[in-house]
C-alpha cells in the first residue's frame, strides 16, 4: 500500500482535510479569485453531505460550483438565478424595436439609394 497523505494535505480519495496523520474534517466550500472561480466551491462529497446547506448558500449567495475528481462538473443556483438567466431579454417584436438603440434616429440614414438594382445570372 502507497503513503498516506501528510498532515495538513488533502486525501484526494476521500476528500478529507488530514491532521496529525488521521483523517479528520471534510474539505470546506473554498473560493478562488477569477470571475468563474469566484463562486464558492465544493466537492461532490461534501456537496452530497451538506446538500441543504448547498441549497440555501445558493439562495443567499449565489451560484455554488461543485468539482468532481478535481474537475469543475456543476453549478447549483438559485430558481432566481435560472429564470433571470433563461429570461429572453425582449418578448416581443415591439418591445424590440422600441428597446433598439436606433429608435430615435433620423429615418433617411436608414434610406436605400434610388439606383437600379445590379443584374444577376440565373
Request: no cysteine; aromatic share 4%.
Amino acid at each position: 500500500m502507497g503513503k498516506g497523505p501528510e498532515e495538513g494535505e488533502v486525501d484526494t480519495d476521500s476528500a478529507r482535510l488530514v491532521t496529525g496523520g488521521i483523517p479528520a474534517l471534510e474539505m470546506a466550500p473554498q473560493r478562488r479569485g477569477t470571475p468563474e472561480e469566484d463562486m464558492t466551491r465544493w466537492t461532490l462529497r461534501t456537496a452530497k453531505n451538506r446538500f441543504s446547506e448547498l441549497v440555501d448558500r445558493a439562495r443567499k449567495e449565489g451560484p455554488q460550483l461543485v468539482t468532481r475528481r478535481g474537475a469543475d462538473a456543476v453549478v447549483v443556483l438559485s430558481i432566481e438565478d435560472y429564470r433571470a438567466m433563461t429570461k429572453p431579454a425582449v418578448s416581443d417584436l415591439p418591445e424590440f424595436f422600441q428597446k433598439s438603440p436606433l429608435r430615435g434616429l433620423p429615418e433617411d440614414l436608414f434610406a436605400r439609394g434610388r439606383e437600379k438594382a445590379r443584374e444577376v445570372e440565373a
